[in-house]
C-alpha cells in the first residue's frame, strides 16, 4: 500500500542478523497519514512501523525530514505473526521517498 504522510516520530534503532549472517539495522518509525473526515475536518491516522536501513547517514537523513516535517511517500507492508499464544501486527515501512511537488 503506498502513502503520503509525514514522519511523526524516529524511535529506537536495532540491529539484527538476516537468515544469510548478514547484520541489519531497523528503526521504529511513527508516520502519520492526513485526510479530511467526512465533516470535513482534517484528522489523521498514526502507524508505527519499522523501517530497514542501510547506513548512518539514512538514518540521520530520516531525524532531518521529522524535524522539518517534510511531506514523504512511502509503502506499508502489513503481516500477522503468532508470539506465546498472542496475534501481533507488524508494520514494515518501505521506499520512503520525498515526492517532488
Do not use: H
Amino acid at each position: 500500500m503506498i502513502l503520503k504522510g509525514f514522519i511523526k516520530e524516529v524511535g529506537q534503532t536495532r540491529s539484527w542478523t538476516n537468515k544469510d549472517g548478514e547484520q541489519r539495522q531497523s528503526v521504529k518509525l511513527t508516520v502519520a497519514i492526513p485526510y479530511l473526515s467526512k465533516d470535513g475536518q482534517e484528522r489523521q491516522d498514526e502507524l508505527i512501523g519499522e523501517m530497514s536501513y542501510g547506513n548512518p547517514e539514512f538514518l540521520t537523513s530520516l531525524q532531518q525530514t521529522c524535524q522539518a516535517r517534510e511531506t514523504c511517500e512511502f509503502q506499508v507492508g502489513f503481516s500477522l505473526s503468532e508470539w506465546q499464544g498472542k496475534k501481533i501486527q507488524n508494520i514494515r515501512v518501505y521506499n520512503l521517498t520525498k515526492p517532488m511537488i
